[in-house]
């Protein structure tokens, strides 16, 4: 579902990303972690069509989004990590919006926006302008856009930043639910224990490096014989 073949990114003289190579499979849930500038942003932005690598190709789902940047885009949902909303619509006009730009019938829209309200629990505050939300009613608001078109792979950029355990609680759930039934999602994460609960593969960028790459069963054998959770294993790989 998403390729990166030989993605390097050069800012001037700087390598922000160095030959990075990874294959992302339909159900996957890709734990992505390194430390601050380590390139994650930057592997992003690159992923998403924000940036264009300076060499290398990115496909998604076989199509490489640089040649046919439309139709590789209409399978990619994106969550960044601040949530960008119209303050002045409601959280219904701004979904009905966002499934405006692609271009999804009404009915169809409406059955979709009906069924994502449910499952994130944003329930009367979608009727409320957004500009009166929290940080994570913000959070459910941009995911539910995110998820309209039934995207084949979500790319999310430290999804559980600002919120509130109950929050968390439902993002986590729908997540792990949506890699559950063949959604391939490539999340971005500072919070180890997050990644370590929920994720079924973690890599690890050091210096636009990855310097480790695994099935978590991998993961697990390798803290139960050297390390006592992630975090020790992540710092004993980027110190």
């Not at 159900?27 to 992003?44: E, H, P, R, V, Y």
């Amino acid at each position: 579902m998403l390729d990166l073949i030989n993605i390097t990114k050069k800012f001037g003289t700087f390598i922000a990303v160095d030959n990075i190579n990874l294959s992302i499979k339909a159900g996957d849930f890709f734990g992505f972690l390194g430390q601050n500038g380590a390139g994650k942003t930057t592997t992003i932005k690159m992923i998403t069509g924000l940036y264009a690598p300076t060499s290398g190709n990115i496909l998604i789902n076989n199509i490489d989004i640089y040649k046919d940047p439309i139709k590789a885009k209409s399978f990619i949902g994106y969550i960044p990590d601040q949530p960008f909303l119209y303050e002045k619509l409601t959280g219904r006009e701004f979904l009905y919006f966002s499934g405006g730009l692609y271009s999804i019938d009404k009915i169809t829209l409406k059955k979709k926006i009906e069924k994502t309200i449910e499952e994130l629990q944003i329930g009367d505050w979608v009727d409320k302008r957004t500009e009166e939300y929290s940080q994570g009613m913000k959070q459910r608001i941009t995911i539910a856009s995110a998820l309209l078109h039934n995207p084949k792979l979500l790319v999310v950029d430290e999804p559980m930043v600002g919120l509130d355990p109950q929050s968390a609680f439902v993002v986590k759930n729908v997540l792990k639910d949506l890699a559950n039934n063949g959604v391939a999602i490539f999340m971005s994460t500072h919070s180890l224990n997050v990644a370590e609960e929920i994720c079924t593969r973690i890599g690890i960028i050091k210096d636009g490096r990855m310097i480790f790459e695994d099935k978590k069963e991998v993961v697990e054998t390798i803290k139960g014989s050297d390390h006592q959770n992630l975090e020790s294993l992540f710092l004993h790989l980027t110190k």
